[in-house]
């Protein structure tokens, strides 16, 4: 399995942006998906965004696709979200993920390599 470390979160007040970072170590097959997720305290684990890897095609899901970026760097292995626009229901820890395919599925199960997460909080 390739390595995902996320980086960039931290503390934002509503309204202002912040972009976090997935690096992803190793050689990932050209199959996988990459994609965040985000959870919050108590609530169940949901996706984002996600790309296939070699493909480029992306999804991002309803809630934030007015708002956020996903600007992936193929020949560096970074995966980028880039958020604007953040509101408190943002808050949560974000998680960079691959899934063994190109489907990108929303179902957290799917996919089966997590990095750790970056917290990302947003004052009111």
């Known amino acids: 399995q390739v390595q995902l470390v996320e980086s960039g979160g931290g503390l934002v007040q509503a309204g202002g942006s912040l972009r976090v970072s997935c690096k992803i170590s190793?050689?990932?097959?050209?199959?996988?998906?990459v994609g965040w997720f985000r959870q919050a305290p108590g609530k169940e684990r949901e996706f984002v965004a996600g790309i296939s890897w070699a493909g480029g095609r992306r999804d991002m899901s309803d809630s934030v696709k007015d708002r956020f970026r996903m600007d992936r760097d193929y020949a560096h292995n970074t995966l980028d979200l880039q958020m604007n626009s953040l509101k408190p229901d943002d808050t949560a820890k974000y998680y960079c993920a691959t899934s063994p395919d190109d489907r990108l599925q929303y179902d957290p199960s799917t996919w089966d390599n997590w990095g750790q997460g970056t917290q990302v909080t947003v004052s009111s």
């Open positions: 190793g050689r990932p097959r050209t199959s996988i998906s």
